[in-house]
């Protein structure tokens, strides 16, 4: 695994992701005391996270196939979307929601 690559925070945990992992590190954002990680099977790369509050969503951006996976944590537990894009062709496709690990 390569160091970090991105933060977010969402409610009152701070999510982490490092580049050649298929994790999200999770910490409790008062005792910084770390929970369970999060494993996203094809994640390859992650390069980057972004929190939204609304949607209770994370977005982690993968270098390798430049692709968005959305995970959802807002019902305890975690499921997440692989969104393809393709900028040129301005196209977006999403793939079936799976459970993380």
């Known amino acids: 695994m390569d160091g970090v690559t991105g933060v977010a925070v ?3 945990i701070v999510y982490m ?7 999200i590190m999770c910490f409790n ?15 390859r790369s992650a ?4 929190a939204c509050h609304q949607t209770s969503r994370l977005y982690v951006a993968d270098e390798t196939d430049q692709s ?3 995970v959802d944590v807002s019902s305890g537990t975690c499921n ?3 969104i393809i894009l393709d900028w040129d062709a301005g196209v977006v496709v ?3 929601v799976q459970t993380c690990m």
């Open 80 to 82: 997440y979307t692989h």
């Open 29 to 43: 954002v008062s005792t910084h005391r770390r929970l369970k990680d999060m494993r996203v099977q094809q994640l």
């Open 10 to 12: 969402l409610d009152d």
């Open 68 to 70: 968005i996976w959305q």
């Open 94 to 96: 999403w793939d079936e």
């Open 47 to 50: 390069c980057d996270i972004a």
């Open 17 to 23: 992701v490092a580049g050649m992992s298929s994790k």
